[in-house]
């Protein structure tokens, strides 16, 4: 084993410091051995170097004189633990010995500790621990069954990471939704092109082309996709006004009632259009603010005789692309909002298989300050849709926009490189176990590794996200060319 330094100064329960001999980075494991326990797994969380060399000195040093500074390499580590013969991770009772050597960890002692084991039924192969050969393996009921948050700023690779969990999702055969804001999934029809990073990850190209099926409330922008609409007959007048973007229900709830009573009474096969008229001809204040909203809904399209059928938006083993393109952001609050009632209240009652839901761009359908359509029940989905094995998966980039009750619910965190302050206080404040070293990491790591937490691991892991076996949908668009 490979000695890189010495434990010095006082020494606590959870961390110590260590006198580095050879170079070691920052997120490194490193092993101590126990009297009791066998060697026991710790991780560099903070490195220092530290000097003689004062103020005044540095201003008078020449070149000759730069051989002659006296300096040490001092870390900060922190300790993960030993398993015991249950299993079960457990951190010694009795601080370590100042003086007591540091290895650099092996790779058994990294995998048993961490619990990097091969789950060939349940777990979904996003990459490979940061500078080991060890796969990271989330546990894919862990993430129904307690959501999932994927974090990054923008350009930082999160659609790409993304892309690489849908991926394994679909390898298993779970049902998905996932709300496209940009169109940029439909790529997981495709196999991406053969490359060297493949073969390193052991990744082969393949296509789901057969697990896709892409819908949209707007076709002639996005012709791939069958039309998304929903059915008029099968919304109650609750559910109508939440398309009409009234949430005061005293105050519209009755009136609205009404008017489909009397329309209804007069043509059973009604239409937003024939529900407008009605309002248009009655009289007061909160008639002619229905009538606007309805006249609103009627333009959108999304209301019809004949919506898209249940069964054929959920289809078990398969996913549902909800291609919003082009899209305006008011009509997709309305989609995103009818989709996921249905979905829940569905799932509640055992007529759906259990699924997860995708929300990219979630800041957007769930913010933090101010209201969405679609914010109340995508806060319900986040608490309660677990108990039903509905599981809820948010992606953005700015962690600090969404709403905090659903992102504190997601207890499955991937995170790429974030930098702006109040995203990071957001992140820092809705993970457990998130050291110091780890949220300053995470604002200098590198496009392709990601900090996952959760997911079957007790402890927080750095990871270099695989390659797609499919290809991106979510390039950028270049301004000039080469």
Known sequence: MEEVGRIFGDVGLGRFQLSLSRPVERGDYLSVPDEDHGYVLCQLDDLQRKSDLDLEQA????????????????????????????????????????????????????????????????????????????????????????????????????????????????????????IDPHGEYGSLRTPAERSAAQAKFGVESQGFSHQIV?????????????????????????????????????????????????????????????LARAAEMTEGAIADTLHERLLYVDQTKLLGPQGTSLNDLVQ??????????????????????????????????????????????????????????????????????????????????RAARIDKSVLSQCNTQLILQVTNPLDLRAIAQSIEGLTPGMTEMIQSLPVGTALVTGGGYHTPLFCEVRPRATRHGGESVQIVGA
Not at 78 to 89: E, F, L, M, P
Not at 229 to 248: K, Q, Y
């Open 59 to 178: 201003g008078a040093l020449t070149p000759a004189d730069e051989t002659h500074v006296h300096e040490s390499l001092l870390g900060h580590a922190i300790i993960i633990g030993y398993r015991d013969s249950q299993g079960v991770v457990k951190i010694p009772t009795i601080p370590f010995r100042p003086g007591a050597h540091v290895f650099r960890a092996e790779e058994t002692l990294i995998a048993r500790v961490l619990g990097l084991t091969h789950r060939s039924n349940s777990g979904a192969y996003v990459g490979l621990l940061r500078n080991h050969n060890l796969r990271v393996e989330l546990d894919i009921n862990q993430l129904v069954q307690r959501h999932v948050s994927v974090l990054a700023k923008t350009g930082g690779g999160k659609s790409y990471l993304l892309g690489v969990l849908i991926e394994e999702l679909l390898r298993h055969k779970v049902t998905c939704v996932i």
């Open 316 to 397: 078990k083993g398969r996913a549902t692309l909800v291609n919003l393109r082009g899209v305006a952001p008011d009509i997709q609050e309305l989609v995103v909002a009818r989709i996921s009632s249905t979905l829940f209240d569905n799932r509640k009652k055992g007529k759906i298989p259990p699924l997860f839901l995708v929300i990219e761009e979630a800041h957007n359908f769930a913010p933090q300050q101010g209201q969405a359509t679609c914010s109340r029940i995508l806060k319900n989905i986040a608490s309660e849709g677990r108990k039903f094995g509905l599981g809820l998966c948010v992606v953005t980039q």
């Open 214 to 274: 892409e819908y949209s409330p707007d076709v002639s922008l996005n012709p791939s996709a069958k039309p998304l609409t929903f059915s008029l007959r099968h919304l109650d007048p609750r559910e109508l006004l939440v398309f009409m973007g009234l949430t005061n229900v005293k105050t519209f709830l009755a009136p609205l009632k009404q008017i489909i009573e009397r329309v209804g009474a007069a043509n059973p096969d009604y239409t937003v259009a024939d």
